[in-house]
């Protein structure tokens, strides 16, 4: 019987990314009207629009509740962690945040990011910061948040030369 530890995938070490690579973020959320109005109260964003589907058809262009804009982010975020910054010390940055399009009650929204940059760090050696872009999309392949972000991670623990050799059959 084998035994697998779902730690060891979580997230990335800073010499695991290089530039350009691109993770395309699994699974998909499918938005419910419970998670929209959930957030919407948890937040505190009361605006009719969100919570009100009389409101949305009466006075809104797109006549149907519109999902929280930072609930798109807050979800689209929340997916890259596994992929990208699980093992990060600290979340340094979120930069250009655009909303390209509405999400509605009912899409399903995916993720893919690319990886910017890579660098370690001056004072520390030891870690680094990842810069990526993320582009969510919904289930027609419109996209409906881009944005940037910046993560520290550390980088890979160099092994026990004597352990690297019984690891790879060299002893």
Same mark, same amino acid.
């Given at each position: 019987?084998? +035994?697998?530890?779902?730690?060891?995938?979580? &997230?990335?070490?800073?010499?695991?990314?290089?530039? &350009?690579?691109?993770?395309?973020?699994?699974? &998909?959320?499918? +938005?419910?009207?419970?998670?929209?109005?959930?957030?919407?109260? +948890?937040?505190?964003?009361?605006?009719?629009?969100?919570?009100?589907?009389?409101?949305?058809?009466?006075?809104?262009?797109?006549?149907? +509740?519109?999902v929280v804009g930072t609930l798109v982010l807050s979800l689209v975020t929340g997916m890259t962690v596994r992929d990208t910054s699980g093992k990060a010390i600290a979340n340094l940055q979120y930069e250009s945040i655009v909303h390209d399009a509405p999400v509605f009650i009912g899409d399903t929204i995916y993720g893919e990011s690319k990886v910017l940059s890579v660098e370690t760090s001056r004072k520390k050696p030891t870690q680094g910061v990842v810069s990526i872009e993320t582009k969510a999309y919904n289930q027609d392949s419109v996209t409906v948040l881009t944005m940037k972000r910046k993560f520290l991670v550390p980088k890979k623990t160099v092994s026990n030369k004597s352990d690297d050799k019984e690891l790879h059959g060299t002893s």
């Open positions: 019987m084998a +035994i697998y530890d779902a730690r060891v995938n979580y &997230g990335r070490y800073l010499d695991e990314f290089c530039v &350009g690579d691109v993770f395309k973020h699994w699974p &998909g959320k499918t +938005i419910t009207e419970m998670d929209n109005h959930l957030f919407s109260l +948890i937040t505190m964003n009361h605006h009719p629009m969100h919570i009100d589907q009389n409101f949305a058809h009466s006075e809104h262009k797109y006549k149907k +509740i519109l």
